[in-house]
């Protein structure tokens, strides 16, 4: 019975270092061991032995069990080590690769321009509140003093909405509705931008786009005066502009403001000397701005006497492009990867 042990303690060396994985190596742990197998067999055929020579045959067994069980082991180990290095390979992350990569695209230039403006006003102190693009006729109109017919709703080309009642519903032709937002939304002191789309029935032209940005600001306190309008509209246009850059400004009329004013800044081009950019005045047009109207403060339930404040908003698009010598604002809108790679 142990003769033919070593003969099948070599074929088992064999077939175990030829195991290729730990797969084929678990059927061949079973093969070898198992209750089948021909070292559990022969153990079984111990009971027909002579006490002496079946102590001598079960001792010839146990060894080459343990013998079997010992390569099985070393080659397990050996397999498993091999399949982590496999796995780690695989999950392998190169950092040091260069892969040719598309370009990255970057922030629109309107965009870029709005997140400055609203830096440079978070630097003054400001907020910055939202708005919906969807309006209702009161805050686009009544709330800003606007009362139905009255003449100056035609300074704006509203887009009516096909929402409720005719003229009801409109795309907001301004950001100053957001003002009444914000009152509404709040108490007094109120120092806040508001940028955002607005909207009007135009057709694009070099100068004009139907979808266009503003950024509106707000401020509402005790004691606010026309000169702290005047001084805040020049610590922004140094600000954002550069030193050297201040503002003028011209009588004009709002609904919701009074007095009312537009604003110039100094040419950006000329510094103020009088070029073709300016029409050789030395100032370019920003915006609109005036103190608050009581019937604006009513709208929104503050006490007239107790508060007043300024307000002032101006166009972000025909601004940037002004500045960075975009000849037409059809460019910003239609989306031509050559132009808009360029800032
Ligand atoms: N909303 C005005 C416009 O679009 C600008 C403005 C804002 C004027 C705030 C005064 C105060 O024409």
Known sequence: MTDELPALLTEARTRITEAETLEQLRALDAELLGKRSRLATAKARLGSLEPEARREAGRGLNEARQE???????????LEALARGTRLEAERLDLTEIVPRRRRGHLHLVTQARDRLEDVFIGMGFTVADGPEA??????????????GHPARNMYDTLYLEVGEPETVLLRTHTSPTQIRVMEAGEPPIYSVMPGRCYRQDTADASHLPNFHQIEGLVVDRGITFGDLAGTLDTFTSAYFGPGITTRLRPSYFPFTEPSAEFDITCTFCKGDGCASCGRTGWLELGGCGMVHPNVFASVGYDPEAWSGFAFGFGIDRMTAQRSGVADLRDLVTNDIRFLEQF
């Open 68 to 78: 079997v069980e010992r390569e099985l082991a070393e080659r397990r180990q050996a």
């Open 135 to 148: 309006e209702t006729d009161w805050y686009n109109f009544g709330a800003l003093n606007f009362p139905p």
